[in-house]
């Protein structure tokens, strides 16, 4: 089951979302990620597994907005492109969501 943590403040959001996303882990997932906003810069951090294998890739990855993702995949294979968040082709947005989206 997929499970959503966003955070908007004037702390680390990254460690807020990672004990976010740990909290969730008992609701069953295959992969997890994170987006974290500071001014200019912006991290987009994803993991196929455990939350503490997200944890481990987000060393130096600082900012006060962002928002976290466990995925449970339903459609397409637990990897790190299929897993949430998604970022628009032209980089504009990151999105997260539950639940299928199909295109027709």
């Known amino acids: ?5 966003g955070v908007v403040g ?12 740990e909290k969730l ?3 069953g997932y295959d992969s997890a990620g994170i987006f974290v906003l500071d001014g200019a810069d912006n991290h987009l951090v994803k993991a196929v597994g455990r ?20 995925r ?5 294979k637990p990897t790190e492109d299929n897993a949430h968040p998604h970022r628009s082709e032209t980089e504009r ?5 539950n639940g299928v989206i199909e295109n027709y």
């Not at 004037?10 to 996303?21: M, P, S, V, W």
């Open 93 to 97: 947005f990151v999105l997260v969501h």
């Open 51 to 70: 939350i503490a294998e997200l944890s481990a890739k987000t060393a130096g990855v600082e900012g006060t907005t962002g928002i976290g993702h466990t």
């Open 1 to 5: 089951m997929c499970g959503i943590v």
């Open 72 to 76: 449970w995949a339903t459609h397409g």
């Open 10 to 21: 004037n702390t680390n959001a990254t460690d807020i979302l990672i004990q976010g996303l």
């Open 25 to 27: 882990e008992y609701r």
